[in-house]
């Protein structure tokens, strides 16, 4: 099933994901496997944190420095041969990479994993000008055969299993093929050979771009990027301006992080530099290449202290791994390109008006469980409270949400408006609890009881039991530890002199 409309709401993708069993499982299978691989790497490693440290200050140097860097690199890449092109705008880099395709008179483009064609939406612009746009990475043509949009910056096909992958194949191939890993990759390999020998154009993305030589440098595992920078006469590389490290050492640290981060891989299978195009000793390669370096939206972080970070990501997918929303409902109840927590950032972040921005920094617990996973250290649980209190300084937060917040903190800064109220709550709760939970399905409370249960307001609150409990623990303490009971009286005696002066301590 796809829930890849963006027209809806994310509460609706989100319920229409948390209904689907096949989804649920495939994306919490996976997800485990590969958050398991990538802690092992880290703990194999040994000194993770120094590595990801060094990859922080790499990004944060590159970033800083990036006018200078991307005109190093395009000037290292010119003088390689390369046609390099830049793109304000989405719209500019399809028309660019149109008109390669047009000069070319392609009629076939072979393309390797590429998140920023995706974002460009090249494959049904390549489509509309009669160029067969074919994705040869194996969870991309699944995606592809899906008529659906990636669901996990490195997985694709993550919410599907072996047998719905099996059922797409099969239609494409015309004939029944068994639900075997072995069995439906050979089956997407033999097809796959005879496209990479028609295609015109070999199409691809890029992880890293090296500065100091103009290079461009692909990760894979499955050696269908270098067939596709190998076998067609032209490659056009598409590339967001932020892809930029300064020189083949920094890759040395890059090369690290990224395959642990992602996969839990000591090394990517293949990792191919690739510096222009062919020369005449060479045995293969484009005769002609392209590199596209995309902005659209990426500039206007640059200067944000809130979220300059944002352009260090190297795109590993480990955030989404780690987060307990991402895993739960998978990559299209974000209704974006980039999905998990760096696509809650990323996608209204690169969008200028706020009016456009949906729900989507909402769906995340802040539990900066990102953080903890992300290779290059970028603070997205901060940056998600950035963006709604943007959303909101904007005026286009919920207006029934402000309300409610305004009641809220009226009664929490009164301590007698409080007990009121829970007294209150106490007594009229009695009509709706049921089972010690409050279970009903209406107002505020139909999304929470929706998939648990409230909580029953408790019979006394934890300051009418605090006087007991004070006693309780001073006690046992005076038997457990003689210096905390000392640091223990410190503490009430200095709270006794505070109340002293007539202070009330509003808990
Ligand atoms: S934000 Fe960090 S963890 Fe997430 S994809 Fe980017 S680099 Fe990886």
């Known amino acids: 099933m796809s829930h890849t409309t963006t027209k809806s709401t994310v509460k609706e993708r989100a319920d229409l994901a948390l209904n689907d069993e096949f989804l649920r499982k495939a994306v919490k ?8 691989g990538k802690l092992k790497a880290a703990a194999d490693h040994g000194n993770w944190d120094d590595w990801r440290e060094r990859g922080r200050q790499i990004r944060l140097h590159t970033i800083a420095h990036l006018d200078y860097y991307l005109t190093t690199f395009a000037n290292n890449a010119r003088a390689n041969g390369v046609h390099v092109h830049f793109a304000d705008t989405d719209v500019e880099a399809v028309k660019i990479s149109l008109e390669i395709a047009a000069a070319k008179q392609a009629k076939s483009v072979v393309k390797s994993k590429s998140m920023v064609t995706e974002e460009l939406h090249l494959n049904k612009a390549l489509a509309s000008i009669g160029v067969e746009a074919i994705e040869t990475d194996l969870g991309e043509y699944i995606i592809q055969l899906a008529d659906e949009t990636p669901s996990h910056i490195i997985i694709p096909a993550i919410h599907k299993n072996r047998y719905q992958i099996a059922d797409l194949l099969s239609k494409d191939a015309g004939e029944t093929l068994a639900p075997d890993t072995t069995i439906l990759a050979g089956y997407v390999r033999k097809k796959l050979r005879e496209k990479f020998l028609e295609a015109d154009i070999g199409m691809t993305g890029c992880n890293f771009a090296i500065a100091e030589s103009g290079s ?11 067939m596709v920078t190998t076998v067609p006469k032209t490659q ?3 590339m967001g301006m932020e892809r930029i490290i300064p020189t083949w050492s920094d890759l040395e640290v890059m090369a690290t992080l990224l395959p642990r981060s992602a996969t839990g891989q000591k090394l990517t299978v293949y990792m191919s530099g690739i510096t222009g195009p062919r020369r005449d000793a060479d045995a293969d390669g484009p005769e002609e290449m392209h590199i596209i370096i995309v902005d659209n939206g990426r500039s206007q972080q640059l200067g944000d202290p809130e979220f300059q970070e944002l352009l260090n990501c190297i795109r590993c997918g480990a955030c989404l791994n780690a987060c307990p929303v991402y895993r739960h409902i998978g990559g299209h109840a974000y209704g974006g390109t980039y999905s998990g927590p760096i696509g809650a950032v990323l996608t209204p972040a690169l969008k200028k008006n706020v009016a456009e921005w949906d729900d989507i920094a909402n769906a995340s617990s802040l539990c900066g469980a990102c953080y903890e996973a992300c290779p290059v250290k970028i603070p997205l649980h901060d940056m998600l409270v950035s963006l709604r209190r ?12 402000a309300a409610g917040m305004k009641g809220f903190a009226a009664l929490m800064g009164n301590s007698k408006r409080m007990n009121a109220v829970l007294k209150l709550g106490r007594i009229g709760q009695k009509l709706v609890v049921r089972d010690g939970g409050i279970r009903l399905k209406v107002g505020p409370l139909k999304g929470w009881n929706s998939y648990r249960v409230t909580p029953s307001l408790p019979k006394a609150s934890f300051r009418d039991g605090w006087k007991t409990l004070e006693q309780e623990i ?6 457990a530890d003689p210096a905390i009971q000392a640091r223990l009286a410190e503490a009430l005696a200095a709270r006794g002199k505070k109340g002293g002066k007539g202070g009330h301590h509003h808990g």
């Open 390 to 401: 943007r959303k909101v300084e904007s005026g286009h937060g919920d207006k029934i949400e």
């Open 474 to 479: 001073r006690h046992g303490l005076t038997e």
């Open 236 to 238: 056009i590389t598409l």
């Open 29 to 36: 299978f996976t997800t485990e496997r590969l958050r398991g």
């Open 216 to 226: 461009m440098v692909l990760f894979e595992n499955e050696g269908n990027a270098r």
